[in-house]
């Protein structure tokens, strides 16, 4: 008596699809004939695990087998491929639909069958480009290193006059099987490396190959906006492909070269200005340098309003001078950071200037250090009192 395909997987009557492919892959790959040296007892058990992942992972199939049985899938037999065994070959297409057609190929089950046109490999071509150029736009030319088709044999890799011959060892089909006890393995062609054919008087400028390496000049249009890390896809500028196949495509991958001025934050420029300090004490205006473009007429300058008082670190924001937004009409924002120096190598009469001055602030003119000293008195007075105590 046949025995019941859920205990063959060991899975309960209510398993799902996932549990039962679980269980099915676990019990594949445990008792594959290739892994148990072609042990005939092993195959037995593979052709039952098999059996029984047919039938269950079918939900009409399933369905049928629920309610009636071995009876209600292959009319009372224990054979769901039919009598005798016939149609086992489609354990091969279980097999691949669950591990892959990799796996499959153990069986035999693929019909061999020569390599068609192959479309080419992608390609990636690092660009470096400047702040300005990504604020901008530019236009820029580039040389990638592609395979071409091969102009002397035109891709065919004979050489003129000739053509390629019928693989004899595979007798065109690109593939090759090989017995190994109940099952076929198949595997490509190792002479013509799955091509069918043979090159027998091969092409002297691409040596048999079809393909020349080659730099190809291209001209790249950046868009203006671009930031670091942006990917631009030139659609069929990668290698050739075999046998008349569609070029592959090239990425081009953008990176920014650090400004010396500017920083970028998203849309925003970030830049640092020196401030004197009794532009910042009186307030004034300074001029903040900005990205030449249509936005700021062509100048590369901008006047920045210093607010009387004003601190090192204060930022003053200048609406749309920023990078403008990729494929779009926003732009972001020139954002000002002031830093207050100094003055320094004092003249006598400048030092006494400066003494007067600080003789007559008050306190009420200097808030920040007014509530540090504040802070600093009750920090202190709060250590001598835990110490005195």
Known sequence: MARDYYEILGVERTVDAAGLKSAYRKLAMQHHPDRNGGCEEAMARFKEISEAYSVLSDEQKRAAYDRFGHAGVNGGGGNPFGAGGAGFADVNDIFSQVFG?????????????????????DLRYDLEIT??????????????????????????????????????????????????????????????????QMIAEPCGTCHGHGQVRKNRKLQLKVPAGVDD?????????????????????LYVFISVTPHELFERDNLDLLVTV???????????EIEAPCLVSDACDGRCKQSVAVPAGAQTGKTVRIKGKGMPHLNGRQRGDLVVELFVETPTDLTPHQKALLEELAASLGESQTPRNTSFAGKAKRFWADILGETAQ
């Open 101 to 121: 057609e990799a796996f499959g190929d153990v069986f035999g089950g693929r019909t061999g069958r020569q390599a068609g046109p192959r479309r080419g490999s």
């Open 131 to 196: 702040l300005e150029q990504a604020y901008k736009g530019a236009d820029v030319e580039i040389a990638v290193p592609t395979t071409a088709v091969c102009e002397t044999c035109e891709g065919s890799g004979a050489k003129p006059g000739t053509k390629p011959v019928t693989c004899t060892t595979c007798q065109g089909a690109g593939r090759v099987r090989t017995a190994n006890g109940f099952f076929q393995v198949e595997r490509t062609c190792p002479r013509c490396g799955g091509q069918g």
């Open 229 to 249: 890390g942006s990917r631009i896809r030139l659609s069929g500028e990668g290698d050739a492909g075999q046998r008349g196949g569609p070029r592959g495509d």
């Open 274 to 284: 020196p401030v004197p300090m009794t532009v910042a004490a009186l307030g004034g």
